[in-house]
Nanobody
Framework: QVQLVESGGGLVQPGGSLRLSCAAS????????MGWYRQAPGKQRELVAT???????KYADSVKGRFTISRDNAKNTVYLQMNSLKPEDTAVYYC?????????????WGQGTQVTVSS
């Protein structure tokens, strides 16, 4: 079992910044592929960004150039730095871990943290 705890959400004005953190349990965090997803009211959950165990990153087109995903394996933590925030970034943000399992990759989710972009 992997436990994920997100923090750092809140209310921010358009154009502002926030940094989300996700702390993971487990002694093999370094091999997890980590990701951030978000879900806005009435919409499906969507991928925001992922980072592999080697540090390769991928981003949704809507956040490229504004958001940066990073990880600190010594702290078992993944971050999402969000700059130039827009009202359409408002959503609950979820941390995801993809962990190797005996039957294939296993996915774990955090409880989510609310991000609201509004003036």
């Amino acid at each position: 079992q992997v436990q994920l705890v997100e923090s750092g959400g809140g209310l921010v004005q358009p154009g502002g910044s926030l940094r989300l953190s996700c702390a993971a349990s487990g002694s093999i965090f370094s091999i997890y592929e980590m990701g951030w997803y978000r879900q806005a009211p009435g919409k499906q959950r969507e991928l925001v960004a992922t980072i592999s165990s080697e540090g390769s990153t991928k981003y949704a087109d809507s956040v490229k150039g504004r958001f940066t995903i990073s990880r600190d394996n010594a702290k078992n933590t993944v971050y999402l730095q969000m700059n130039s925030l827009k009202p359409e970034d408002t959503a609950v943000y979820y941390c995801n871990a993809e962990v190797p399992g005996p039957g294939g990759p296993e996915h774990y989710w955090g409880q989510g943290t609310q991000v609201t972009v509004s003036s």
